[in-house]
């Protein structure tokens, strides 16, 4: 609606000699008043049809972006369409509204001999004005693309504890009570791309959920995630022991359950990991678990949520998950010879393997979403600021078509008619960053607080963001500049 203001206001010379001229010859105002809301009504209307048409052909790619399956007959429901009609009576309204009631109300002569408003004028206020807050917004956006894509960047590169690269697990919960693992566990480790293979109760990022306590007293406990595993598991996942030994096989007879409990467990106990090796803790509502070692903090969660209590323990249950590390190689040929082994025990049981870097990618394709649509809304917010400066721009260029030329005539040169035009604009853009910068920060300060683990807001990214912004300004006014500038002077001077 602002460009559309901007077209309106800038042909007013124009349209003030029409009218008036309209006027002298009999026209009443009603009549004046019913051609220019029709006028505007067409223009409005062809916009919303190739608005409509835009969006059934990009329909597609939106589905794409966001993942979704919208179909475009949503568009022709009856709410949508009163919405829709709506919003064009509004936009009509607004385009019109000031040459049909404020330019028909002029004396044919004043109309006849009307000029464009100074710049000191009220609509040259609100011109600034919608023009400090499109600036304004495409900064906020585009301050928020890099904040979302450095963010995203972090959790890719970030240290998770573990190697979750050339690592995937098969899921066996299916499998009839009492299946043989450990003959398909050992008839993989004779593969010659495998590495390392363990069974554990649950594929990573899962596991059972209980309470670790300080002693019998304590009634909040801390939320603890567990999980059985075979001892050789903590050097499959290439974790960091920070003290004790590995996890012993569980022998029958044991009543003592082994564990190996992680760094934040470890500090709600009140111990050092030294201190907490050979004790028994209160873990499954009795106290017959005793630490033998203690892992570094590892991210089992996704980066959204802090580190809690894990414990990997020897008690005997079921390991209905096998885990297995390969060499780099050719993916496709050694999942083709592990499936060939897999049916071999299992005839009847599907072969889905899961590996353990795309399950990390799922968990933060929201993310990942989120900047793609991001990134269209910045594009879309540039462009809309750059439509309104490109117009802006050619009204002023036509405005000041003799001052042009005049300057051009004393001498002045094609930079010193670009600077007249950019220098108005460079103020506006620094007022914008003033706003935006604060508007921006607290937007990219609400996105991160949906991380445990997120970057900090450098200052780069909003000088970043206000450099692209003032370079496509920059260039949209310089283009529109260099034409008028280009000019020749003597036509410049006669025009009218």
Same mark, same amino acid.
């Given at each position: 609606?602002?460009?559309? %203001?901007?077209?309106? %206001?800038?042909?007013?010379?124009?349209?003030?000699?029409?009218?008036?001229?309209?006027?002298?010859?009999?026209?009443?105002?009603?009549?004046?008043?019913?051609?220019?809301?029709?006028?505007?009504?067409?223009?409005?209307? #062809?916009?919303?049809?190739?608005?409509?048409?835009?969006?059934?052909?990009?329909?597609?790619?939106?589905?794409? =972006?966001?993942?979704? *399956?919208?179909?475009?007959?949503?568009?022709?429901?009856?709410?949508?369409?009163?919405?829709?009609?709506?919003?064009?009576?509004?936009?009509? &309204?607004?385009?019109?509204?000031?040459?049909?009631?404020?330019?028909?109300?002029?004396?044919?002569?004043?109309?006849?001999?009307?000029?464009?408003?100074?710049?000191?004028?009220?609509?040259?206020?609100?011109?600034?004005?919608?023009?400090?807050?499109?600036?304004?917004?495409? #900064? &906020? @956006? !585009?301050?928020?693309? @890099?904040?979302?894509?450095?963010?995203?960047?972090?959790?890719?590169?970030?240290?998770?504890?573990?190697? *979750?690269?050339?690592?995937?697990?098969?899921?066996?919960?299916?499998?009839?009570?009492?299946?043989?693992?450990?003959?398909?566990?050992?008839?993989?480790?004779?593969?010659?791309?495998?590495?390392?293979?363990?069974?554990?109760?649950?594929?990573?990022?899962?596991?059972?959920?209980?309470?670790?306590?300080?002693?019998?007293?304590?009634?909040?406990?801390?939320?603890?995630?567990?999980?059985?595993?075979?001892?050789?598991?903590?050097?499959?996942?290439?974790?960091?022991?920070?003290?004790?030994?590995?996890?012993?096989?569980?022998?029958?007879?044991?009543?003592?359950?082994?564990?190996?409990?992680?760094?934040?467990?470890?500090?709600?106990?009140?111990?050092?990991?030294?201190?907490?090796?050979? $004790?028994?803790? =209160?873990?499954?509502?009795?106290?017959?678990?005793?630490?033998?070692?203690?892992?570094?903090?590892?991210?089992?969660?996704? =980066? %959204?949520?802090?580190?809690?209590?894990?414990?990997? %323990?020897?008690?005997?249950?079921? $390991?209905?998950?096998?885990?297995?590390?390969?060499?780099?190689?050719?993916?496709?040929?050694?999942?083709?010879?592990? /499936?060939?082994?897999?049916?071999?025990?299992?005839?009847? /049981?599907?072969?889905?393997?899961?590996?353990?870097? =795309?399950?990390?990618?799922?968990?933060?394709?929201?993310?990942?979403?989120?900047?793609?649509?991001?990134?269209?809304?910045?594009?879309?917010?540039?462009?809309?600021?750059?439509?309104?400066?490109?117009?802006?721009?050619?009204?002023?260029?036509?405005?000041?078509?003799?001052? #042009?030329?005049?300057?051009?005539?004393?001498?002045?040169? &094609?930079?010193?008619?670009?600077? @007249?035009?950019?220098?108005?604009?460079?103020?506006?853009?620094? !007022?914008?960053? &003033?706003?935006?910068?604060?508007?921006?920060?607290?937007?990219?300060?609400?996105?991160?607080?949906?991380?445990?683990?997120?970057?900090?807001?450098?200052?780069?990214?909003?000088?970043?963001?206000?450099? #692209?912004?003032?370079?496509?300004?920059?260039?949209?006014?310089?283009?529109?500049?260099?034409?008028?500038?280009? $000019?020749?002077?003597?036509?410049?001077?006669?025009?009218?």
């Amino acid at each position: 609606m602002y460009q559309l %203001h901007e077209f309106e %206001h800038g042909t007013r010379s124009k349209r003030s000699r029409e009218i008036g001229i309209s006027k002298t010859v009999g026209a009443k105002r009603y009549e004046l008043i019913s051609r220019l809301f029709f006028e505007t009504g067409i223009f409005t209307f #062809i916009s919303f049809l190739s608005g409509f048409v835009l969006a059934a052909m990009l329909l597609p790619v939106f589905n794409n =972006l966001l993942g979704e *399956q919208l179909n475009f007959t949503l568009a022709f429901r009856p709410v949508f369409l009163c919405v829709a009609l709506l919003i064009w009576l509004a936009t009509t &309204v607004f385009a019109a509204s000031y040459p049909a009631l404020y330019m028909s109300g002029f004396p044919p002569l004043m109309a006849i001999r009307s000029s464009v408003s100074s710049p000191k004028s009220s609509h040259a206020v609100v011109r600034k004005i919608l023009t400090v807050g499109q600036f304004a917004v495409a #900064i &906020v @956006l !585009i301050s928020w693309v @890099l904040i979302i894509q450095v963010q995203i960047k972090f959790m890719n590169n970030k240290n998770l504890g573990y190697n *979750q690269h050339n690592l995937f697990g098969l899921s066996l919960n299916s499998l009839p009570q009492g299946s043989d693992l450990g003959a398909l566990a050992n008839d993989y480790r004779a593969v010659s791309s495998t590495e390392m293979v363990s069974r554990v109760s649950f594929f990573p990022f899962g596991g059972s959920g209980d309470m670790i306590r300080r002693n019998a007293d304590d009634q909040i406990g801390l939320g603890l995630t567990h999980v059985t595993a075979d001892p050789d598991y903590i050097d499959l996942m290439q974790m960091k022991m920070i003290a004790g030994r590995p996890l012993p096989e569980w022998r029958p007879g044991d009543t003592i359950v082994q564990v190996i409990l992680n760094r934040t467990a470890v500090d709600y106990l009140e111990m050092t990991p030294e201190e907490v090796i050979g $004790k028994k803790v =209160l873990i499954f509502n009795r106290d017959i678990t005793q630490v033998c070692g203690v892992v570094e903090n590892f991210n089992y969660l996704p =980066l %959204h949520l802090p580190v809690g209590g894990y414990a990997i %323990h020897n008690r005997n249950q079921p $390991k209905s998950t096998i885990m297995i590390r390969v060499t780099k190689g050719n993916l496709s040929e050694q999942l083709n010879t592990y /499936e060939q082994i897999f049916k071999k025990h299992f005839p009847n /049981e599907m072969f889905e393997p899961k590996f353990l870097e =795309l399950e990390l990618a799922k968990a933060y394709e929201g993310d990942r979403r989120t900047a793609r649509v991001a990134v269209v809304f910045s594009v879309l917010a540039i462009f809309v600021a750059c439509m309104g400066v490109f117009g802006l721009t050619a009204f002023m260029a036509e405005q000041r078509t003799k001052e #042009i030329g005049i300057r051009k005539v004393l001498g002045a040169t &094609v930079w010193n008619i670009v600077s @007249l035009f950019t220098n108005n604009y460079v103020k506006l853009l620094l !007022i914008s960053l &003033v706003i935006a910068i604060p508007a921006a920060w607290w937007v990219g300060d609400q996105y991160l607080q949906n991380f445990a683990y997120r970057i900090s807001m450098g200052w780069w990214i909003f000088a970043v963001a206000g450099i #692209i912004t003032i370079v496509l300004t920059l260039l949209t006014v310089g283009g529109m500049a260099i034409k008028a500038a280009m $000019k020749n002077p003597v036509e410049a001077i006669k025009s009218e």
